[in-house]
């Protein structure tokens, strides 16, 4: 069975910064782009950083561009999103997704596998 899970949510003060990681389970996604999603209360889930297989490839939601770094480490099969100088804006529920996709992807309809999401609040 392919899981995905996140860890490294929670509460954290406007300024402050948060590690986020996503370890798969059940098969190796070392080919496949990897993605950080995240989903505010009544909006939609929207896109927010995205790396392609072997790291050399990344991209940003203009949002979080400059703040968040997306990184990942195929030896442990896992993607990490830091999330620094954290807005309230910024809360919300973090998953994790995999793409049947070599390179780096920011449309939803292109991820096949999703993480149960973790949850990030930021208090102003």
């Known amino acids: 069975q392919v899981q995905l899970v996140e860890s490294g949510g929670g509460l954290v003060q406007a300024g402050g910064s948060l590690r986020l990681s996503c370890t798969a389970s059940g098969r190796t996604f070392n080919s496949n782009a990897m993605g950080w999603f995240r989903q505010a209360p009544g909006k939609e889930r929207e896109f927010a950083a995205t790396i392609s297989w072997n790291g050399g490839s990344t991209d940003y939601a203009d949002s979080v561009k400059g703040r968040f770094t997306i990184s990942r480490d195929n030896a442990k099969n896992t993607v990490y999103l830091q999330m620094n100088s954290l807005k309230p804006e910024d809360t919300a529920v973090y998953y994790c997704?995999?793409?049947?996709?070599?390179?780096?992807?920011?449309?939803?309809?292109?991820?096949?596998?999703w993480g149960q999401g973790t949850q990030v609040t930021v208090s102003s």
């Open positions: 997704a995999a793409s049947f996709f070599a390179g780096s992807r920011i449309r939803r309809e292109e991820y096949t596998y």
